[in-house]
């Protein structure tokens, strides 16, 4: 077994580059040569390399989410639709609420205005009349464009399975 290095800022760089590039953690710091425990116990005492470890872990954790809400909200979710107790095909699920939180923080400036609002999983347009034509339009194109995806293959809006 190789000998462990020893513990440095540079070694700290070169583990949140792993990290960085895709790698767990404890990938990353044992390719580097040093026991997980002695890098958490480095990072912990020193309050600068706590916050670069933590801002970075953060960071993936929050494109991990942004990436899960995305599909929840535009490839959504194939559920099960069973019939006399047999799984007969699936109906695919979106999440209305995903989709407006990722509408807001993507075009705050068309999608987070006030007259536009979330009620019961339905968007819901009021007092259009202080909007412009080119605004209400462009509203409508946008708002067509991303539902264009979340249409059903068939009428019923179940996709049905094989065989």
């Not at 347009?125 to 080119?134: F, L, S």
């Not at 209400?136 to 399975?161: A, C, L, W, Y």
């Amino acid at each position: 077994m190789p000998a462990k290095k020893k513990f440095s800022r540079a070694l700290f760089d070169r583990v949140l580059s792993r990290i960085d590039a895709g790698q767990g953690t404890h990938v990353a710091v044992e390719r580097e040569g040093i026991h997980p425990a002695t890098f958490y116990r480095h990072v912990e005492k020193d309050p600068e390399l706590r916050s670069l470890y933590r801002a970075q872990r953060d960071a993936r954790d929050i494109l991990a989410m942004e990436r899960e809400a995305y599909r929840r909200a535009v490839e959504g979710n194939d559920k099960p639709v069973y019939q006399g107790g047999k799984k007969v095909g699936t109906v695919k699920e979106y999440s209305d609420g995903l989709l407006t939180f990722l509408l807001k923080a993507r075009k705050p400036e068309v999608y987070a205005k006030p007259d536009v609002q979330m009620v019961s999983n339905t968007t819901t347009v009021v007092n259009v009349e202080e909007r412009t034509k080119k605004e209400e339009d462009d509203f409508v194109r946008k708002f067509q464009k991303v539902n264009r995806g979340m249409k059903p293959v068939n009428g019923d809006g179940i996709t049905h399975s094989e065989g």
